[in-house]
């Protein structure tokens, strides 16, 4: 897809877990290196609002995330003609939409976007009757299976013609919080230059919940990284992933 190299004002979908998003947060500065007059706005879920300032985009909207779980037709659509209403006005130049569904093409291009790109399942488009009524996305990526979300966000970024050489996951911490993590790891005896830091559970979502979800391959993946790194391993989780 050509754009033009003055595109002013750029929209980023990601609602729901968190995971996710914190993956997603490289777009903000691959996009800004692309175009660097442009502002790039993150349209993020209620549900992740305390991430907003962590995340590397210079503005975000905060909207509804229910829709993206519910299994009510009309309920998607109310969620997305509200969300449409509050982004609308905002003159997105582009949309991204980095989830795997038609309704987010449907909410870019009611909310006024110009171009709107997004990732789609085989198959996956508007219900019929709906095609023709709710507008989409002008171009989609097939959503591959086997591949992990990184570099389906970098198929997604191939079509507007970006190919960052480097990812930047860097977030920003609030004042005194690295500071207060690093003296809680050394009360408990944990000195070191650096931490592999490893979530082994799902935590939870709007709606939705994780915390049974087991990873395998996470066993051998430490040992595999073990035998490559004297890194010391940090287990995160809250209380209800205590006996995973």
């Given at each position: 897809?050509?754009?033009d190299a003055?595109v002013k004002?750029i929209?980023?979908?990601?609602?729901g877990g968190?995971?996710?998003?914190?993956?997603a947060s490289?777009?903000?500065?691959a996009l800004?290196e692309k175009?660097p007059n442009a502002k790039?706005?993150?349209i993020l879920?209620?549900?992740?609002?305390d991430w907003?300032s962590?995340?590397n985009f210079d503005?975000?909207?905060?909207?509804n995330?229910k829709?993206f779980?519910?299994?009510?037709?009309?309920?998607?659509m109310?969620?997305i003609?509200s969300a449409?209403?509050?982004?609308?006005?905002k003159?997105f130049d582009?949309?991204i939409?980095?989830?795997?569904t038609?309704?987010?093409?449907s909410?870019?291009?009611?909310?006024?976007?110009?171009k709107?790109?997004?990732?789609?399942?085989?198959g996956?488009?508007?219900?019929?009757?709906?095609e023709?009524?709710?507008p989409?996305f002008?171009?989609?990526?097939?959503?591959?299976?086997?591949?992990?979300?990184?570099d389906?966000y970098?198929?997604?970024?191939k079509?507007?013609?970006i190919?960052?050489?480097?990812?930047?996951?860097?977030?920003k911490?609030?004042?005194?919080?690295?500071?207060?993590?690093?003296?809680?790891?050394?009360?408990l005896?944990l000195?070191?230059k650096g931490?592999l830091?490893?979530?082994?559970?799902?935590?939870?979502?709007?709606?939705?919940k994780?915390?049974?979800m087991r990873?395998?391959?996470?066993p051998e993946?430490?040992?595999?990284f073990?035998q490559?790194?004297?890194?010391?391993i940090?287990l995160?989780g809250?209380?209800?992933?205590?006996?995973l």
């Amino acid at each position: 897809m050509t754009l033009d190299a003055d595109v002013k004002n750029i929209a980023v979908v990601r609602l729901g877990g968190w995971a996710d998003t914190v993956l997603a947060s490289f777009i903000g500065p691959a996009l800004k290196e692309k175009f660097p007059n442009a502002k790039v706005t993150l349209i993020l879920g209620k549900s992740l609002a305390d991430w907003a300032s962590a995340l590397n985009f210079d503005d975000v909207i905060l909207i509804n995330d229910k829709f993206f779980y519910s299994k009510n037709r009309l309920q998607q659509m109310s969620e997305i003609s509200s969300a449409a209403l509050k982004i609308r006005g905002k003159g997105f130049d582009l949309g991204i939409s980095l989830h795997h569904t038609w309704h987010f093409g449907s909410l870019l291009k009611l909310a006024g976007v110009k171009k709107a790109i997004g990732l789609i399942r085989q198959g996956g488009q508007a219900p019929l009757l709906l095609e023709k009524a709710v507008p989409g996305f002008d171009q989609t990526v097939d959503l591959k299976v086997g591949i992990s979300e990184i570099d389906r966000y970098l198929e997604l970024l191939k079509i507007i013609d970006i190919n960052p050489e480097k990812l930047n996951f860097k977030l920003k911490v609030r004042q005194g919080v690295h500071d207060e993590i690093m003296l809680r790891l050394a009360s408990l005896g944990l000195r070191s230059k650096g931490f592999l830091a490893l979530g082994p559970g799902g935590g939870e979502n709007v709606q939705r919940k994780f915390f049974h979800m087991r990873w395998p391959y996470f066993p051998e993946f430490l040992r595999l990284f073990c035998q490559k790194s004297d890194l010391p391993i940090l287990l995160l989780g809250g209380p209800s992933d205590v006996d995973l």
